[in-house]
T-cell receptor
Framework: NAGVTQTPKFRVLKTGQSMTLLCAQDMNHEYMYWYRQDPGMGLRLIHYSVGEGTTAKGEVPDGYNVSRLKKQNFLLGLESAAPSQTSVYFC????????????FGPGTRLTVT | AQSVAQPEDQVNVAEGNPLTVKCTYSVSGNPYLFWYVQYPNRGLQFLLKYITGDNLVKGSYGFEAEFNKSQTSFHLKKPSALVSDSALYFCAVRDLYGGATNKLIFGTGTLLAVQP
């Protein structure tokens, strides 16, 4: 049982390049989330999904797109990377009960130059 | 608006001493509260949660938290700190306006430094 996994762990992009971050969970969770973590700002929700085929915007969605074609996978895309997107990105998943906690992946450190 | 505040950016404590990491919340209705820990270069790990019932909640690694409704606080505590407890701690509250999404609203984090 691997929990939540993320690939890649590190990435350096040039401004304007695109990339996709992959999140996978093996806990059969319905809900999945993408966050970014920046110093002094805690975690901010980018996009989330409440089930296969669904996505919704979070607090800071601009410049990102997501897809959830399979229940276990949640992809985060950057179509044209900007230096402001330099951050650590975390994926999380959760069951559907209100008392359910979120389980986090190990993170992806992205640098945009 | 719903929010979580962690008033201290950093807490310093000597090994063996008790520690407290503070968290206050602002929500309408009954809060669902969580504490997470993040070790360097790692993801967040769940420590404990308060949903209902006993105001003193026990969690992983000897941590506990006290829910205080009148003070709208959920402070994290440990009777005797270890150097290995040094990490970044996040308080979070369930977004009650988020519908059936289990979204969380996080505080900005408190860095706990335990000196040997």
């Amino acid at each position: 049982n691997a929990g939540v996994t993320q690939t890649p762990k590190f990435r350096v992009l040039k401004t304007g390049q695109s990339m996709t971050l992959l999140c996978a969970q093996d806990m059969n969770h319905e809900y999945m989330y993408w966050y970014r973590q920046d110093p002094g700002m805690g975690l901010r929700l980018i996009h989330y999904s409440v089930g296969e085929g669904t996505t919704a915007k979070g607090e800071v969605p601009d410049g990102y797109n997501v897809s959830r074609l399979k229940k276990q996978n949640f992809l985060l895309g950057l179509e044209s990377a900007a230096p402001s997107q330099t951050s650590v990105y975390f994926c999380a998943s959760s069951g559907t009960g209100l008392s359910y906690e979120q389980y986090f992946g190990p993170g992806t450190r992205l640098t945009v130059t | 608006a719903q929010s979580v505040a962690q008033p201290e950016d950093q807490v310093n404590v000597a090994e063996g001493n008790p520690l407290t990491v503070k968290c206050t919340y602002s929500v309408s209705g009954n809060p669902y509260l969580f504490w997470y820990v993040q070790y360097p270069n790692r993801g967040l790990q769940f420590l404990l949660k308060y949903i209902t019932g006993d105001n003193l909640v026990k969690g992983s690694y000897g941590f506990e938290a006290e829910f205080n409704k009148s003070q709208t606080s959920f402070h994290l505590k440990k009777p005797s700190a270890l150097v290995s407890d040094s990490a970044l701690y996040f308080c979070a509250v369930r977004d009650l306006y988020g519908g059936a999404t289990n979204k969380l609203i996080f505080g900005t984090g408190t860095l706990l430094a335990v000196q040997p």
